[in-house]
């Protein structure tokens, strides 16, 4: 377990929050305040959004986010050392289904913009020709 995990699992113990009213206060997936308690970097996201999620668990727990955010970071490079083995995070059925209603969305999005482009046209096609007529 890793010391900056311990340490936001007992700031969160000690408020007497459950996982899951962080995860809905934070918008962060359970699944992944799990694994930042237990240390297991590997299921984190990389980049920046660790250390947003980092900061956000923090804050949540009321601890201050700089010197955990600080820990988090020396603690992700030691147990990364060579950038070859960079740590991806798993898709999970979530992440799956998150992207297909997306994809979905985006799809009828089109659709609809596209009939309302259809219909101005028409619409304005229509309207010159009873010009034209009268």
């Known amino acids: 377990m890793s010391e900056v995990g311990l340490e936001l699992r007992h ?19 359970a699944g992944v305040l ?9 299921r984190l996201p990389g980049g920046i959004f660790s250390r947003a999620f980092v ?11 700089d010197p955990v955010v600080a820990k988090f970071v020396a603690e992700l490079a030691s147990a ?5 083995e960079a740590v991806r995070p798993d898709v999970t059925d979530d992440d ?3 992207l ?18 259809v219909a ?12 034209s007529v009268a």
């Open 34 to 42: 799990e694994s930042l308690e237990r240390g297991d970097f590997k």
């Open 96 to 98: 799956r289904a998150f």
């Open 120 to 131: 101005v046209i028409v619409a304005f096609a229509v309207w010159r020709m009873s010009r």
């Open 11 to 29: 700031a969160r113990e000690g408020r007497g929050i459950s996982l899951q009213q962080v995860a809905a206060s934070t918008k962060i997936a």
């Open 55 to 65: 900061r956000s668990y923090a804050l949540e727990v009321g601890l201050d986010p």
């Open 80 to 84: 990364t050392p060579d950038e070859s």
């Open 100 to 117: 297909e209603r997306q994809r979905k969305a985006s799809l009828v999005l089109r659709i609809v913009v596209g009939l309302i482009v």
